[in-house]
């Protein structure tokens, strides 16, 4: 088995051998995870921590039930009801949680490099649940591991990931992921949000929605970040939809087999239309499912092995 991490904080960190490593481990909890009794005592005795700064429906409920999957005790860290209200710094949030010897923290925050800042005074594991519009790896490899499972390999497969790119830290994690395992990634979406910068990840970039769905093996459609746009990137939400949502008439030109994915939470009738979010081309439940088996996986992997020199 190839994996030698302490903590998890993006995608540039594995090598595709460790990304396999993870999709193979996910398959088996994938298997625990449909079974009546939904439990292993693999991690227990060990305390894990969720710590969202944010909010999240799918990572952070999908952590918790990983950890219970394992056995191991959960904290679901209540951001509103916690000292940070009264002005407590991270590093003393922090601090203080580790006092009660956890052994891992699952962080999700607004600021970019959060869960990385965290790791290098901490003595526990970190998982990076999402740092603002940098990465969120966990997504990228349930991703990834969805992928395989409907299309059996990654390589010369095409990707095409489309709409407000500038500030998803799921398009970032999921470009560098699918480059490094051989898929060709398109992004496609407004000029403003979709800046040519994103080339030096090695995504090809085409504005015309109904040209870069040509052919395509899976389409994965991203939220509009209505939140963290500060200006105005496109004239209006209706021109917005005409051009750039996923309509039954578009995503006829993708291949015949294609399927569509969305990270979540979706907007139905903006990202793409309701028929096709329920379509049976949709695989967007199928990733939620997956979502726990590699987060369990992860898991495992990083607080698992009782022997591993786990080096960062
Ligand atoms: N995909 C995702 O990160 O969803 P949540 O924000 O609900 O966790």
Redesign the pocket.
């Known amino acids: 088995m190839i994996f030698n991490h302490k903590h998890l904080l993006g995608i540039n960190q594995l090598t595709p051998e460790e990304i396999m490593t993870i999709l193979d481990t996910a398959e088996s909890f994938l298997e625990v995870s449909r079974r009546e009794i939904k439990k292993v005592p693999t991690l227990r005795g060990r305390t894990i921590v969720n710590l969202f700064f944010e ?6 409920s999908s952590f918790e039930l990983a950890a219970k999957r394992l056995s191991a005790d959960i904290l679901n860290f209540n951001l509103l009801a916690s000292s940070v209200v009264k002005g407590e710094s991270l590093k003393d949030t922090i601090l203080n949680l580790e006092a009660m010897n956890i052994d891992a923290l699952i962080v999700r925050h607004s600021a970019s490099g959060a869960p990385h800042f965290i790791s290098s005074f901490c003595k526990s594991h970190v998982i990076n649940a ?1 740092d603002g519009t940098h990465e ?1 790896p966990t ?1 990228a490899l349930l991703d990834a591991f969805t992928l395989r499972q409907e299309k059996k390999h990654f390589s010369g497969l095409k990707i095409v990931i489309v709409g407000d790119l500038l500030h998803s830290r ?1 398009a970032r994690s999921n470009i560098i992921l699918l480059r490094k395992l051989g898929a060709k990634v398109v992004g496609c979406g407004p000029p403003s949000l979709v800046p040519p910068e994103f080339k030096s990840l090695g995504m090809e970039i085409n504005y015309n929605l109904d040209e870069a769905v040509e052919r395509a093996d899976a389409i994965m459609m991203l939220r509009l970040q209505l939140e963290r746009q500060k200006k105005n990137f496109f004239p209006s939400l209706r021109e917005y939809i005409t051009h750039f949502s996923l309509t039954p008439q578009r995503f006829k030109r993708a291949k015949k087999e294609a399927i569509i994915m969305h ?3 979706i907007n139905r009738c903006v990202e793409l239309s309701a028929d096709l979010a329920d379509s049976v081309h949709s695989v967007i439940l199928k990733q939620v499912e997956n979502g726990v088996a590699v987060r369990m996986a992860i898991l495992y992997l990083l607080l698992g092995g009782k022997d591993r020199d786990a080096t960062d």
């Open positions: 909010p999240s429906t799918r990572t952070r999402g969120h997504q799921v990270p979540g939470p």
